[in-house]
Every structure is written in structure tokens, then in C-alpha cells.
């Protein structure tokens, strides 16, 4: 429905580079809906609980460097299809198979800084918004644009 919901994160080489406005604008201007924003320091721990799939990856320590190395802009973004759609807006995890016009694409070039995370499927979205937002962080509220957007 049109509350699908995803959790999107400016990595510390985005924050660093100025990119967490250019990151939240592509949201905003698509028409999904800001429902959390925070800068944080993530912890080890947390890393492992969001990459709980990589951790035995060869490259998983170079990742773990990667993200503990500043703050993060963590988001929660609402709308019709954000999963999917927020995916093809960041662009492929390599950023040298992005194409021009995605996120990647247009701002990063190597995997290992690749700027920005996107959720990959509905069920991981619910999962990671758990692990980086407590409940009372995330807001409801009505979009005055909202008749403008939805059929
Ligand atoms: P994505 O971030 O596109 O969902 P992923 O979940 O497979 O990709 O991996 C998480 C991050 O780990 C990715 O954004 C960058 C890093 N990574 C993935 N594959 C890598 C590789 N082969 N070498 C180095 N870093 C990699
Ligand atoms: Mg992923």
C-alpha cells in the first residue's frame, strides 16, 4: 500500500562529502514521505545486527572500518513501492555499474564508498527501521501533497 516504508542511510563518506541534502531532496522530490532523520555514530554492535548477512564476508571488516569511520544520516522514507523504487534510485552496489541519474551514479565511484544504503525488500526494511529507530522517533503526520501524488 501506500505506507510501505524503507530505511535509507547517508554513510559517513556521504556525510562527510555535503550529500545527506542531495540525498533527502531525490526523496523528497519523488513525493515519499520523511517519517525519521537522525545523525548518529553507529556502534560495532549494530553494524553487525544491519549487515547480519555479510558478517562473514572477506570484505566484511573493510565495511565495518567503513562505517564506524564518522556519522551517519540514518531515514525512514514512506510511500507507494519506496522499496523497490528508493533501490533503483540509489543505484547498483557497485557504483561503477550505476548508471547516470541514480545516486551512485552520480556521486561515488568505488563499492567500498559507496555513499548511501537503501533496504532491499519490505521485510529487511521492517527489520532495519527496528534496529536503527525506536518508536517514538518515527512520526505521523499527513502530507498536504498527498491527494496531488496518489491516484
Ligand atoms: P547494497 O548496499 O547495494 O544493498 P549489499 O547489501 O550486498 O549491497 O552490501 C552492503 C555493502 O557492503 C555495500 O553497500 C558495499 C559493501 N560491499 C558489498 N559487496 C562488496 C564487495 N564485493 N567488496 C567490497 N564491499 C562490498
Ligand atoms: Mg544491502
Redesign the pocket.
Known amino acids: 500500500g501506500n505506507d510501505e516504508r524503507t530505511y535509507i542511510m547517508v554513510k559517513p563518506d556521504g556525510v562527510q562529502r555535503g550529500l545527506v541534502g542531495q540525498i533527502i531532496g531525490r526523496f523528497e522530490q519523488r513525493g515519499y514521505q520523511l517519517k525519521g532523520l537522525k545523525l548518529m555514530q553507529p556502534t560495532e554492535a549494530l553494524l553487525r545486527q544491519h549487515?547480519n548477512e555479510?558478517v562473514t564476508?572477506a570484505?566484511f571488516p573493510?565495511?565495518l572500518e567503513y562505517m564506524l569511520s564518522g556519522p551517519v544520516c540514518a531515514m525512514v522514507w514512506e510511500g507507494k513501492g519506496v522499496v523497490a523504487t528508493g533501490r533503483m534510485m540509489?543505484g547498483?552496489?557497485n557504483p561503477q555499474a550505476s548508471a547516470p541519474g541514480t545516486i551512485r551514479g552520480d556521486y561515488c565511484i568505488d563499492?567500498?564508498k559507496?555513499i548511501c544504503?537503501?533496504s532491499?525488500s519490505v521485510e529487511n526494511a521492517e527489520r532495519e527501521i527496528g534496529l536503527w529507530f525506536s518508536a517514538d522517533e518515527l512520526l505521523s503526520w499527513t502530507p498536504h501533497s498527498r491527494p496531488w501524488l496518489y491516484e
Open positions: 549487515y555479510l564476508k570484505f573493510r565495511l540509489l547498483a552496489t563499492v567500498g559507496n544504503h537503501g532491499d
